[in-house]
Structures are given as structure tokens and as C-alpha cells.
């Protein structure tokens, strides 16, 4: 039998789960009626939002003869479903080492976008063989030619090898189904060697325990063999063998180039880690394989229990979700505001999103969570250099040298008559312009540096809003660059609030102050006392707004009489006030936390 593995990668929204679905009911694993249903992606998040979270790795049978195989034979095609979002990149690079070629999926109408080609050149890196596809020609708009010489001119796959593909109706998958049969690679390892297999995904089951999705690459997996993690060095009995067709179905064995999933009741979360290498516990192989990057966090952002939620299944919930995603880290934090919680780091602002709304629904956890920030690289008077991702943990400014801020590589492809406005945007977000490069008649590509914490909060939506929806955006990580930056404090009711310091450019410091001062005190309920927000930097305050009391008439049931009266009352009252101003609590709504993300406008 005959194996393939490999990848559809894409740009967002370009149909690669269609494609995948559409592959699927072509090798009779699904039905018609399934196939409108996006199988692959069932997680309800993505379905709602019409986006791929999770890479999926299928199984899928097929009978195939051309001139390379003038016998019919039966080929196993194993392939992974990616996400296109560029918080998402981690995913897609895990899948890429999993396989031996691609599918780079372009759209008819909207032809290379950015993330096309940050894909593009993630496979290449990894020595993959490339399959261009042009998808979606049933549409109207649809113009394939124009789309193919764009891939020629900005990727140099040549433009007549690209096939021609219509998912949703099916038209050309034939084709692609032969020339993954024909131009991809078979996996290059050797079944005789002790068996090596590649950890690429793992999830929670509340009966299994840790369940591992592996891509073997020598050997074979058997089931009832015992199995040592190289990386962890812990040893288990495999009780169950399997793979997704799309559906779970158990194996008795996963042959060299195969991919599937092992159970063995591992009740250990951190006993397995994404990239550690799986081999035979009494004849182990001579040495890992090479795993993964570490993962370059970009945004960080604290979660503290709120409501019901206690600490511990905060900590329990995390710890599972971690598991399966293992771009996400997080780390203990204490807050005098808020109490225990713990410190979480994300590849970008809609992986936070989504790891927030999965600890809420899929864990039933209540929380607070604090606004994002970035990693800031610090130098002391005293030469050491260390990193902090959260304004509160830098030192005394006495002792601060210079504070580096992590620039980024940004590739933007948008439509020519955008450009004036996308410069102006980048020059406003302290960019640094590198160079331009004309694709076609109608569209540029912009390459700038820019600061990360810059870039974080809304600049995608302002992209958007500048190229009428056309826009779209790819960056890399670049350095850390000397900044001219101080850290602005925020007093509530003369309190230091350390979850609402930031990090700001000097130039903009005492205006974003006051902004954020302003949206403070509307999202700051009033109390039975007087409350003043004040914005510093260092001992000096630079901004300063007032919250007032809740009015109560304390004299109403006066009528007339000695003024006296009166006086004593209020007296009394303003004693009250001082006394509440000094031992009160003030209650910070989570909105309050975000208020310091669009402060930034």
C-alpha cells in the first residue's frame, strides 16, 4: 500500500476545511448530507465563527491508476486540515513537520493574500513538495488566469501547474486527488528500526486519560507494546490504537509514515509534551527526533477566578486546555486587587479570545481578565538584561538603563488606491517603512517594521476599515529595539492598581493618561464616597479625573427649624464619607481593564 501525508494550508476564509470535506466524500468517508456540515471543524467556536482553530489529521482510503501506476493500487492518504489566521501559524508549522508535501490553497477571486504566502514559505522551509490549487472557479468573479500568474510571479510554482478546483461543487478534486498521488513524496522511513514517533497533538478524555495523535516515522506502533516518552522519560503500556476516518476507528498496529492516535491510560497531563518523541520502552531508538521551535509568545494578559470559580479549577481547566493547545502557557500571579490568578501568554489577540471563551464554555469557568500586554526587554544600571511581560514587574526606574520594546516584520498585501491610507496608519503606530512591490495592476504589497505593542489591539480592524475589508496582514518577529518608554501607574482612590500600569511612549504618555482616566470614570460605578483616578509617572501625577459620590439627602426630614440641625447632620455625614473614603473597597468591572486597549486610539 501506498502512503501520502499531507497539509492544506491557505489564507483565511480560502476554503481549506471545504476542500478537506470535499476529499473526504470523494473517498466515500462521508456522506452528501455531512458534507455540508464543515466535519473537521467541531469545535462550536469554529463553527460559529467560521474559522479553523484546531489542525485535524484524517485518514482516508484510495483506489488510484495513472502512467507512474499503470496497476491500480490502494493508497493511503493521511492529511491535516490547518487553520489560516495568523495566531493560528503555530498550528500549521506543527502539521507541516507531520507530513512530506501540501496543498497551498489560493482563492480565485482574491489571489495571494498574506498568509498565502507565509504558508508558502513555511512549507518550503520544512523541504515540502508543493501542490498549488486555485479554488473557488464555480464563482462569478472568479479569475483563475490572473490568480495562477500571481502565483508564478510572487511564490514561482509555475502558473500551468496549477489545478483548477471548485469544493463546493467538486469540480477538478479528481485531478488533485491524482496529482497527490503522482508528485508527492512516499514518507522516507525505515519500518526494520526501532519505532520513532512524532507527539504533533494531544487532548483530555475524562474515562482514556491523555490521548496522542503521533506521525510514526521508523518502526512500528503496536497495540499492548510498552512505549517510553524520550522527552519526559516516562513509560506506558498502549491499550488502545486508532484513527480518524474521520470518525475514531481502533487499530491493532500504526506502520512507518502513518498517523493515528495512542491511548494508554496516562492520567499525568505534564507527563506528555507536543514534539516529544515516542519509542519502544525494552528496545528504544538511538535518539529523538528533532520536535519543535519553541514558541515565541506575544501577548500576555492576566486571568483571576471571579464569581463561582475557585483558584484550583481555574488552574485544573488550564492545565487541560494547555494540553491541547500547546501555544498557550501560563504561570501563578498574585494581584492585591484582584487576588491568585495566574499569568497566561498567547500568540496574539484572537488566540486570547478564543482560549477565553473555551475556559468559559467548555470548562464553565468564571473570570476576570486583565488587558493584554507585551514582552519588553530590560537592561539594568548594573548590565544584566532580563524580559518582563507585565508593567508591574519592572523595577524602580533608578535602576533602569534602557527599556527595549520587540519589533515586528510586517508583510501587507492590500489594493493599490489603499496605500496612502495604510502609510499613514503604520507612520501614526511609529512604523518604519522598508519597501513596496507591485503584484499585477491593482494590488501592493507593503513591508514595515513596527512596534509590536502598537500593533496588538485594533490595527487589523483599521487595516480592514482603510482597504475597504481588502487588506491583509502577515509579521514575523524582528528584535527588541531601545524605546523611549515609561511606565504610566494608575491610583485609584490613592491605591497603586498594578493591573492597570502600562508601558507607554514617552511623547504619548500624558495624553493617553487622560484618555484613560476618561474611560475609567465611565466604567467606574459611583460609590458612597468620592473616588479620584490619578495617572503617574513615577511620583509624578499627570492626570488626574474625580468620580463623584452617590448624592443622599441626609436632610429631607428636616422641616424648617434651628439650622443647627442641618449642620450636625451634614457633619456627620461628611465624617462618614471620610472615614468610608479611607477603610471603603472600590469594585474595578472588567471593563475597566479593557478601557486601557482603547485608550490607545
Partial sequence: ????????????????????????????????????????????????????????????????????????????????????????????????????????????????????????????????????VINKIDLPSADPVRVAEEIEQILGFPAEDCILVSAKTGQGVDELI???????????????????????????????????????????????????????DKVYQITDLGKLMPRPKPVD????????????????????????????????????????????????????PSGETQYDELRDAMDRLSLNDSSFSFEPESN???????????????????????????????????????????????????????????????????????????????????????????EDRRGVYRKTEYIGSTRVMLQYELPLAEVIYDFYDRLKSATKGYGTMDFDFLEFRRGDLVKLDILVNGDRVDALSVLVHKEHAETRGRKLLVRLKEEIHKHLFEIPLQAAIGGKIVARETIKSVGKNVTAKCYGGDITRKRKLLEKQKEGKKRMKRVGSVDIPQEAFMAILESGD
Fill in 1 to 132: 500500500m501506498q502512503i501520502r501525508n499531507f497539509s492544506i494550508i491557505a489564507h483565511i476564509d480560502h476554503g481549506k476545511s471545504t476542500l478537506s470535506d470535499r476529499l473526504l466524500m470523494r473517498a466515500g468517508a462521508i456522506t452528501e448530507r455531512e458534507f455540508q456540515n464543515q466535519i473537521l471543524d467541531d469545535m462550536d467556536l469554529e463553527r460559529e465563527r467560521g474559522i479553523t482553530i484546531k489542525a485535524s489529521a484524517v485518514t482516508v482510503f484510495h483506489d488510484h491508476q495513472s502512467e507512474k501506476f499503470p496497476v491500480s493500487e490502494k493508497f493511503m492518504l493521511n492529511f491535516i486540515d490547518t487553520p489560516g489566521h495568523v495566531d493560528f501559524h503555530y498550528e500549521v508549522q506543527k502539521a507541516l513537520q507531520a507530513c512530506e508535501g501540501a496543498i497551498l490553497v489560493v482563492d480565485a477571486t482574491q489571489g495571494v493574500q498574506a498568509q498565502t504566502v507565509a504558508n508558502a514559505y513555511a512549507a518550503i522551509e520544512v523541504g515540502l513538495e508543493i501542490i498549488p
Fill in 336 to 426: 492585591d486587587a484582584l487576588g491568585f490568578g495566574f499569568r497566561c501568554g498567547f500568540l496574539g489577540l484572537l488566540h486570547m479570545e478564543i482560549i477565553q471563551e473555551r475556559l468559559e464554555r467548555e470548562f464553565h469557568i468564571h473570570m476576570i481578565q486583565t488587558a493584554p500586554t507585551v514582552t519588553y526587554e530590560v537592561k539594568k544600571t548594573d548590565g544584566t538584561v532580563f524580559r518582563i511581560d507585565s508593567p508591574s514587574e519592572l523595577p524602580n526606574a533608578t535602576h533602569v538603563e534602557e527599556i527595549r520594546e520587540p519589533f515586528i516584520l510586517m508583510n501587507l498585501i492590500l489594493p493599490a488606491d489603499g496605500v496612502g491610507a495604510l502609510m499613514k496608519l503604520c
Fill in 253 to 304: 498496529r500504526i506502520g512507518t509514515g502513518e498517523v493515528g492516535f495512542v491511548v494508554a491510560a496516562i492520567k499525568d497531563l505534564h507527563d506528555v509534551r507536543i514534539g516529544d518523541t515516542v519509542t519502544d520502552a525494552a528496545n528504544p531508538a538511538a535518539g529523538q527526533l528533532p520536535g519543535y521551535k519553541p514558541i515565541q509568545q506575544m501577548v500576555y494578559c492576566d486571568f483571576y
Fill in 178 to 232: 491524482s496529482a497527490l498521488c503522482d508528485k508527492l513524496p512516499p514518507p522516507p522511513g525505515k519500518p526494520e528500526l526501532p519505532p520513532r514517533a512524532l507527539i504533533f497533538d494531544s487532548i483530555y478524555d475524562d474515562y482514556r486519560g491523555v490521548i496522542t495523535y503521533v506521525r510514526v516515522m521508523d518502526g512500528e506502533l503496536v497495540k499492548g507494546q510498552k512505549i517510553r516518552f524520550m522527552g519526559t
